[in-house]
């Protein structure tokens, strides 16, 4: 069974700094793209980066494009999204997804999800 779970969240100011995780188990990790999505209040959930295992290629959103960095460690099946520069608008819960066909930036192309984690920016 594959699983998603994420940690890292939490309150963090304007400017500041936060590293989320995803823990990742049940699959061969150089398969799939593992991707982060967020979802607002009120809003859709929309794509903000995402890593293919199997080259490591990455690729952002453009509202989060040179503010977050997304990484991977083999060994350990984890993920991480390392978030500068915190804006408000970065409050959302933030989801990880996995896919083994897909496009790891389409969100219907995703087949497993994590249950998510709140980050909240304070102005």
């Known amino acids: 069974e594959i699983q998603l779970v994420e940690s890292g969240g939490g309150l963090a100011q304007a400017g500041g700094s936060l590293r989320l995780s995803c823990a990742a188990s049940?699959?061969?990790?150089?398969?799939?793209?593992i991707g982060w999505f967020r979802q607002a209040p009120g809003k859709e959930r929309e794509w903000v980066s995402c890593?293919?295992?199997?080259?490591?290629?990455?690729s952002y959103a453009e509202s989060v494009e040179g503010r977050f960095t997304i990484s991977s460690d083999k060994a350990k099946n984890t993920v991480y999204l390392q978030m500068d520069n915190l804006k408000v608008e970065d409050t959302a819960v933030y989801y990880c997804?996995?896919?083994?066909?897909?496009?790891?930036?389409?969100?219907?192309?995703?087949?497993?999800w994590g249950k998510g984690t709140q980050v909240t920016v304070s102005s």
């Open positions: 049940g699959f061969t990790w150089d398969d799939y793209g």
């Open positions: 890593i293919n295992n199997n080259d490591g290629s990455t």
């Open positions: 997804a996995a896919t083994g066909w897909g496009v790891c930036r389409i969100l219907s192309h995703m087949d497993h």
